[in-house]
């Protein structure tokens, strides 16, 4: 699907696939600086086919749950149980799991997104929605961690205990650079770069049995298809990683959520 969206090559020469390739044009003109993408798109098909889902499998609930509504359980239950309780703990994990749940499952249908033929783009291979999210969880943990212990809170979050105080004029710019400045942009890029590093594959791949598909060379055409068993891999492996993804973005935000709420303990 990807070798035939892609523009035609020439027998002679290879030409790659780049990013541009990725950069859609605009289905509207207007109501963003490079007008309403296909990714705009996307990310708001993902909000409601997130909500009826769920609005579906939580219509009738019954004792013995039918498939949907064990699908809608399930789904619940392990953003609920294996990242917000097992990380924030069984104190202060409930009054979480609402955005760990919308994190967890609008970053995964975004993701997959790429693994879909004729739509195979994932919305956070452009950076700015990867940067919207991180933001977000960044100003979130950091009023939590004020909420909880007031302006102490950059203190305890800097200043390690058990440091010697000689040590601190070392100690405390790194805490402050780690914690405050790389932390939001690793796990922003974290997100943005796996997705576009994976997408950018498949496209090469998918790029390079057209290539070979069109020479004349009876080798090189065989040749493609060892390309495609590989091309199979790679996508199998992208899909993977499309899940991992986003469940690794919301065990960040879990773990970034639990040191806010315990930072007088560590």
């Known amino acids: 699907m990807i070798a035939l969206a892609l523009p035609a090559q020439d027998s002679g020469s290879f030409t790659p696939p780049g990013i541009d390739e990725m950069h859609l044009p605009a289905i509207l003109p207007w109501g963003a600086h490079d007008g309403f993408s296909k990714q705009m798109l996307l990310v708001i098909l993902s909000v409601v086919i997130i909500a009826t889902f769920f609005i579906l499998a939580a219509r009738k609930q019954q004792l013995v749950p039918g498939k949907l509504q064990f699908a809608g359980e ?14 924030i703990g069984g104190k202060d994990f409930i009054k979480y799991v609402p955005l760990l749940f919308s994190l967890f499952f609008f970053i995964l249908v975004n993701n997959i997104y790429g693994a879909i033929p004729v739509i195979q783009l994932p919305s956070f291979s452009h950076v700015g929605g990867a940067y919207v999210l991180a933001g977000i969880v960044y100003f979130t943990w950091i009023i939590i961690g004020i909420k909880k212990n007031g302006l102490k809170y950059f203190k305890l979050a ?60 009876v080798l090189l055409k065989g040749t493609s298809v060892l ?29 970034y959520i639990e040191g806010a709420l315990h930072a007088d303990s560590h």
């Open 74 to 87: 399930m789904a619940y239950g392990f953003v609920r149980n294996s990242i917000a309780k097992d990380i």
């Open 158 to 217: 800097t200043v390690p205990s058990g440091v010697p105080w000689y040590i601190l004029p070392i100690v405390v710019p790194i805490e402050i650079i780690s914690n405050f400045l790389v932390r939001p942009v690793t796990h922003s890029l974290r997100l943005f770069a796996t997705m576009l590093a994976g997408h950018l594959i498949v496209m090469l791949a998918g790029s390079g049995i057209e290539f070979l598909i069109m020479q004349e060379n």
């Open 227 to 255: 390309v495609l068993v590989g091309a199979i891999a790679m996508y199998m492996l992208e899909a993977l990683i499309m899940a991992l993804q986003a469940y690794v973005f919301t065990l960040l935000t879990a773990i």
